[in-house]
């Protein structure tokens, strides 16, 4: 299914298309190429100083990791997310040898969307997830002090909204996509005059 958004001007492809499904086909793989793919899109983003604070958890479904990706999300997000043909956890390193790193948090935001549209670029459908307890992550996967769990990421394939089986979820699934206004978002001479 597509959500494209609706812009005033065309935009790049992958960035219309890219939407968070929560129907995957349960029976869809995800190749090494396709993933290495998303990471390599990943690993290429700016970042501030090029500290690159971002690092991925990578589970695919079937493989001995997947499953303890899956006990980290809370149950609203496992109900669809076991479908997933791979599970990620964002992790965002904190500190280097010069003390705190800056902008980490933005560092990861900006290497996961790469992550996404990569994604998106390759057919596939992803989803990410605060939903899920970093602190599980930490202990599973024993992440050191300086490495902080933040965001899971599913990726796959998409399925019929059928798949949910659950008429809410359908619902929300099919639900049309909204934003502000431009001229809510973007501003020009002061604050609230719209920059268009
Ligand atoms: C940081 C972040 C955390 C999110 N957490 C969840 C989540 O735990 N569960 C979920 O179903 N969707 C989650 N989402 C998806 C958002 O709800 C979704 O991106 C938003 O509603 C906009 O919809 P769109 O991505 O289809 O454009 C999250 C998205 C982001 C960026």
Redesign the pocket.
């Known amino acids: 299914m597509r ?1 494209p958004a609706e812009t005033s001007v065309p935009v790049a492809p992958a960035i219309a298309e ?3 499904p ?1 129907a995957y086909d349960e029976t869809a793989e995800i190749t090494g190429a396709q993933l290495t793919a998303l990471l390599e899109a990943a690993r290429w983003a700016p970042s501030f100083g090029n500290t690159q604070p971002a690092r991925y958890l990578v589970g695919r479904r079937g493989d001995p990791v997947f499953p303890r990706i899956l006990a980290t999300l ?1 149950s ?2 496992q109900a669809w997310a076991f479908r997933a043909s791979a599970l990620l956890i964002g992790v965002m390193v904190t500190t280097n040898e010069k003390g705190e790193v800056p902008y980490t948090d933005y560092g990861l935001g900006l290497a996961t969307e790469n992550l996404v549209l990569q994604a998106v670029e390759l057919g596939l459908i992803a ?5 899920f307890s970093p602190d599980a992550v930490r202990a599973e996967f024993g992440l050191p002090d300086e490495a902080v769990a933040r ?1 899971a990421i599913a990726v796959g394939s998409p399925a019929d909204p059928a798949v949910l089986d659950d008429p809410r979820r359908i619902e929300r699934e099919l639900a049309p ?1 909204r934003r502000l206004p431009l001229a809510e978002f973007a501003f020009g001479d002061r604050w609230g005059s719209p920059a268009l």
């Open positions: 959500k890219r939407w968070s929560r809370n609203g997000n989803h990410q997830m605060a939903g965001v996509r």
